[in-house]
């Protein structure tokens, strides 16, 4: 497995140093991503974007 970027390593950093999670776990984003990309939405999204 590559290294994470730096925003992964600080987005789990922050999470762990909190008392509370307070942001999402990067590979939770990542699936996210995949998934609206995959069924269209982020293109709806960006070919509209005041929505």
Do not use: H
Not at 8 to 31: E, H, Q, Y
């Amino acid at each position: 497995m590559p290294p994470m970027p730096i925003l992964g390593r600080s987005m789990f950093a922050l999470n762990a140093t909190s008392g509370k999670p307070i942001m999402p776990k990067p590979t939770d984003v990542l699936d996210e991503s995949i998934k609206m990309w995959s069924d269209g939405t982020m293109l709806r999204l960006w070919a509209n974007p005041s929505r």
